[in-house]
């Protein structure tokens, strides 16, 4: 009897299993967010056509790429996110390593001063930086041009737009990518962390820039959550 009992259990909980899997996959596939009608006018103004609004910090992200002939891609970005601060900063950036995390991160930081002036730097995030160690701007081994900062008077919105070579080790079909945002800024322009942002290290994805819609492969929130209790 109880072992009849479990025979006619286990179809239905393996549909059940099986439902949840279906949808998983379906929120993982098409569950990418198209972007807001102030950053699709910013980004139209760059000639940009792919854009994707990511997961966390109302942050939205838009890129176009080219091949040059040789084994790099020029990668054109707009990242934009609201600094709802007298002064704060936001920061996108890539990863070589084998997963999106922020140790190994090559970022392009844009901050805003009090007093209203943008500046716009790369900057190498190590695990030094993690066990806090000033992040000051340097170079990132990556030749990133057209840097600028504005700031949209209409949406308010805050965007850092750059141009990144990618050498080969960068695969754009599935680049880790990084963004995070904060309000505080120390002495030579240093971006502070923010103590809730310090624990916030999820905004990741491995993203595909082949699809025109940036199709994540990735988010490895386990790995990243197991680092940072
Ligand atoms: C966008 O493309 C148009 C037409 O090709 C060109 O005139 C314009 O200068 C481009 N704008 C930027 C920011 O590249
Ligand atoms: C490709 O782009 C890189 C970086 O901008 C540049 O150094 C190189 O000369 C370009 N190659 C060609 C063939 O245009
Ligand atoms: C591109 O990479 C291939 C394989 O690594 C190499 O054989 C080729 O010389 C590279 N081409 C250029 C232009 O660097
Ligand atoms: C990039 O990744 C895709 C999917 O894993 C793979 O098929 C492709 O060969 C890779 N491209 C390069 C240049 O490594
Ligand atoms: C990336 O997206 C393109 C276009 O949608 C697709 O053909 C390709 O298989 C995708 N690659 C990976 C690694 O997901």
Redesign the pocket.
């Known amino acids: 009897m109880v072992k009849k009992g479990q025979e006619s259990m286990s179809p239905s909980s393996n549909l059940l299993l099986l439902t949840i899997f279906i949808l998983a996959f379906l929120s993982i596939a098409f569950g990418e967010q198209s972007c807001s009608e102030d950053f699709i006018r910013l980004i139209h103004k760059r000639n940009i056509t792919n854009c994707k609004t990511l997961r966390t910090q109302g942050a939205e992200f838009a890129w176009n790429y080219h091949y040059n002939g040789t084994n790099s891609t020029i990668l054109d970005i707009l990242f934009g996110a609201r600094i709802n601060s007298n002064e704060g900063w936001i920061a996108w950036g890539v990863n070589p390593g084998e997963r999106a995390e922020m140790i190994g991160t090559k970022a392009i930081i844009g901050i805003k001063h009090s007093d209203g002036s943008m500046i716009v730097n790369t900057y190498d995030i190590t695990i030094e930086t993690k066990h806090g160690c000033k992040l000051l701007p340097s170079s990132i081994g990556l030749e990133v041009t057209k840097k600028s900062m504005e700031n949209d008077a209409v949406s308010e919105l805050y965007t850092i737009s750059a141009r990144v070579v990618l050498p080969?080790e960068y695969?754009i079909?599935?680049l880790n990518h990084v963004w995070q945002l904060g309000h505080a800024i120390g002495d030579g322009n240093q971006p502070l962390k923010h103590p809730t942002t310090l624990h916030n290290v999820d905004s990741t994805e491995t993203i595909n820039l082949s699809s025109s819609i940036g199709t994540s492969t990735g988010q490895y929130r386990s790995y990243l959550r197991s680092r940072n209790p």
């Open positions: 080969k695969n079909t599935r």
